[in-house]
C-alpha cells in the first residue's frame, strides 16, 4: 500500500471512486465526487494534502482538506480548516485503510502548520485518529444551539495550544454544497458516469420531498428509482 499527491491524470479515477464510495450512503445517489471536482481549482483548496492511496496497482483511497474559519464569540474570525470527502474503495472497506489514510494525511497537515481541524462524520470511525466532539473544546456548529452537544460536529487541535481557550462558531466551506447550488451542473456532470440505482437506505440523512416537504421513507416516494 503507498499513499502519494493527486495527479491531474487520477482526476477520473478519483471522483469515480469517491462516487462508488458515497453513493447511497447519506442519501440516495451521492454528490461528493462533484464537490472534489469543483474544490480542486476552489481557492480554499490545499493541493498538498490531496492525497490517494494505491494498492493492488489501482487507487482505493483518497482524502482532500480545505482552509476553513469558525467566527469567535467576540465576531472576529480564526483560521482553521476541515477536510472530506475521504473515500476508501468498498471492495477494501473496514480493513484498516481508511484510518491509515487519515493518520498519514494528519500527520502531514501538523507537519504544514494546520493546528486545528473540525468537520461533520461518524466519531465511531474519527476518534480513532484523535478526533472527539467539538463541543468539548467550545467549537459550536452553525444553526445549532451553543449549549447543544452535535454528535456528528467533530475537531481535533493537531497542534497542542493552537485553539486554547476560545469560543466560536464554524460553518462548513461554500465549497461543499456546490451541488445544491449549481444543481443544473451537477447533472450534467453525473450524466457522464455510469448509471447507477439511487435507493433509500436506513441510516441515509432524512430525505424530503421538494415540493411539499414531505418525509420520503420509500424507494417509491422518493420517486427517482432509476438510473441517474
Ligand atoms: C468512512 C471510511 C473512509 C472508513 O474507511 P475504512 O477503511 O472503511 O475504515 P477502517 O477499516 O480504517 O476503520 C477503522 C475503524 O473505524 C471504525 N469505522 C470505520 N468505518 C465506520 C463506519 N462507517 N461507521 C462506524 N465505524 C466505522 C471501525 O471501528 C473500524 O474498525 P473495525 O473495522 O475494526 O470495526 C470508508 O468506509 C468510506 O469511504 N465510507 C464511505 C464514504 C464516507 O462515509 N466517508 C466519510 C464521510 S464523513
Known amino acids: ?22 453513493w447511497n450512503v447519506y442519501r440516495p445517489g451521492c ?13 480554499a483548496f490545499i493541493p498538498e494534502l490531496d492525497f490517494v492511496m494505491e494498492e493492488d496497482g ?4 483518497h482524502v482532500m482538506f480545505s482552509k476553513a ?3 469567535l464569540s467576540d465576531g472576529t474570525v480564526f483560521p482553521s480548516w476541515t477536510f472530506g470527502p475521504i473515500s476508501i474503495h468498498p ?12 493518520q498519514y494525511a494528519l500527520e502531514k497537515a501538523r507537519e504544514m502548520g494546520i493546528g486545528l481541524l473540525q468537520m461533520e462524520g461518524n466519531i465511531d470511525f ?7 466532539l467539538a463541543s468539548k473544546i467550545r467549537i459550536h456548529y452553525h444553526g445549532e444551539p451553543t449549549d447543544a452537544e452535535v454528535p456528528y ?11 486554547g481557550n476560545r469560543e466560536g462558531t464554524y460553518c462548513p466551506p461554500a465549497g461543499y454544497f456546490v451541488a445544491d447550488a449549481q444543481p443544473e451542473a451537477f ?5 457522464g458516469f455510469p448509471p447507477k440505482e439511487k435507493h433509500l437506505k436506513p441510516g441515509q440523512l432524512p430525505q424530503f420531498c421538494q415540493n411539499c416537504g414531505m418525509p420520503l421513507t420509500k424507494d417509491e416516494d422518493y420517486g427517482n428509482n432509476q438510473a441517474a
Open 1 to 22: 500500500m503507498t499513499i502519494r499527491l493527486e495527479q491531474p491524470k487520477d482526476w477520473r479515477e478519483v471522483e469515480n471512486l469517491t462516487r462508488e464510495a458515497f
Open 31 to 43: 454528490q461528493e465526487h462533484f464537490v472534489l471536482n469543483q474544490y480542486r481549482s476552489n481557492p
Open 58 to 61: 489501482r487507487i482505493i483511497g
Open 69 to 71: 474559519k469558525i467566527t
Open 91 to 102: 471492495d477494501y472497506k473496514r480493513k484498516g485503510y481508511g484510518i491509515k489514510l487519515l
Open 126 to 132: 474519527y476518534k480513532h485518529a484523535g478526533f472527539d
Open 153 to 163: 460536529f467533530l475537531a481535533q487541535e493537531l497542534i497542542p495550544g493552537y485553539w
Open 187 to 191: 447533472a450534467a456532470y453525473e450524466a
